[in-house]
């Protein structure tokens, strides 16, 4: 079984920055891609960054310019930097993994989801 434990979350004043980290865990031979969603109250789950093979990225446009995705393969870790934080970046952040290979099969995973709150 593969689980996600992120953190990294917290309150922030507008403008400021945090780093949120997830990190996989179980038996696993490889990860496709790893990536970052968010739910805001009242809102449906969007993407907001993920990190596919071959140091591919995607970004959600509301994003682009202000976070910054990493992935460090050999920890099965993934990193969300985010700059100039907006109140309208609040929200819960979930990580993602996609196709995690095992030896029990291929499975996608989340995590728990982590509480980001920007303050005006």
């Known amino acids: 079984q593969v689980q996600l434990v992120e953190s990294g979350g917290g309150l922030v004043q507008a403008g400021g920055s945090l780093e949120l980290s997830c990190a996989a865990s179980g038996s696993i031979f490889s990860i496709a891609a790893m990536g970052w969603h968010r739910q805001s109250p009242g809102q449906q789950r969007e993407l907001v960054a993920v990190s596919r093979s071959l140091g591919r990225t995607e970004y959600a446009d509301s994003v682009k310019g202000r976070f910054s995705i990493s992935r460090d393969k050999a920890k099965n870790t993934v990193y969300l930097r985010m700059n100039n934080l907006k109140p309208e970046d609040t929200g819960v952040y979930y990580c993602?993994?996609?196709?995690?290979?095992?030896?029990?099969?291929?499975?996608?995973?989340w995590g728990q989801g982590t509480q980001v709150t920007v303050s005006s």
């Open positions: 993602n993994a996609e196709r995690v290979a095992t030896p029990e099969g291929v499975f996608g995973s």
